[in-house]
């Protein structure tokens, strides 16, 4: 009886780990095998007649950058620089430097005017500020286009400092015949063509004033008025005072 029962405790034991084992591998991961399909023990799976599945990890390549290897970042595009000045269209794209020697510099000059008198040689492209001695001072000047030439004297009646600009309705109504439309009035400022210092010649609308062009300088390009460079027309501005004499030739 004793011998009956060790044995029927036995065999159950054996079917209870079966069962368990059973359990344990009911939903097994599926087996992932060696893309190599001719491998013998492959064959060996159903003797080459169900075709095994196999799954192939996709292989990821890392690009490699050493410690200090720089980084190279994509710019954004950048929009061209505007060659031409909205407010000016007649001046030239190309901006050359300012030649030397339309530089301010003392130059010998012999006249019968008096010293403190301004004469502008618009043929050269010179303002000359007479000083005592056969001395002058010499600025380089952009003078008016073919057309708006003129010659005259006058006397300065105005000195302005960063001047608005007004410009008169013919020019107006000329440009924006030329598909080019000027502001009915503009603060002074960086921007304004008249520049930093402007002085008025009698009751003329023309100006001997700065430009936000300065490679305009040694050029025929205004409409009449006298330009210098904003630094060059400060120095000229400091010089002289309101009823100094202006002789344009």
């Known amino acids: 009886m004793m011998k009956q029962l060790v044995l029927a405790a036995a065999l159950f034991g054996i079917f209870s780990t079966a069962a368990l084992a059973d359990d344990r591998y009911a939903t097994r991961p599926p087996v992932v095998l060696s893309p190599d399909l001719t491998a013998p023990w492959i064959n060996q799976l159903g003797g080459g007649r169900v075709r095994p599945v196999v799954y192939q990890r996709p292989v990821v390549r890392q690009q490699q950058r050493g410690l200090f290897q720089r980084r190279v970042l994509r710019q954004a595009p950048q929009a061209a620089p505007q060659t031409v000045s909205a407010i000016n269209p007649g001046i030239p794209s190309i901006r050359h430097p300012i030649e ?11 006249t019968q005017e008096k010293p403190g008198t301004i004469v502008i040689d618009t043929n050269n492209r010179f303002l000359y500020l007479v000083m005592q001695g056969g001395k002058a001072r010499r600025y380089g000047v952009g003078v008016g286009k073919p057309g708006f030439e003129w010659a005259g004297a006058h006397k300065i009646t105005r000195k302005t400092e960063w001047p608005d600009w007004t410009p008169p309705s013919e020019m107006i109504s000329r440009e924006a015949a030329k598909g080019h439309y000027l502001p009915a009035r503009m603060d002074g400022g960086a921007e304004n063509p008249l520049g930093a210092r402007a002085m008025y010649l009698g009751s003329t609308l023309y100006r001997i004033h700065g430009t936000n062009a300065p490679w305009s300088i040694g050029s025929a390009v205004s409409s009449g008025c006298i330009r210098l460079r904003n630094e060059d027309v400060v120095d000229l501005y400091d010089r002289v005072s309101v009823g100094t004499r202006v002789i344009v030739m």
Not at 104 to 110: A, F, L, R
Request: aromatic residues 18%.
């Open 100 to 110: 030397p020697q339309y530089l301010p510099q003392m130059v010998d000059y012999d």
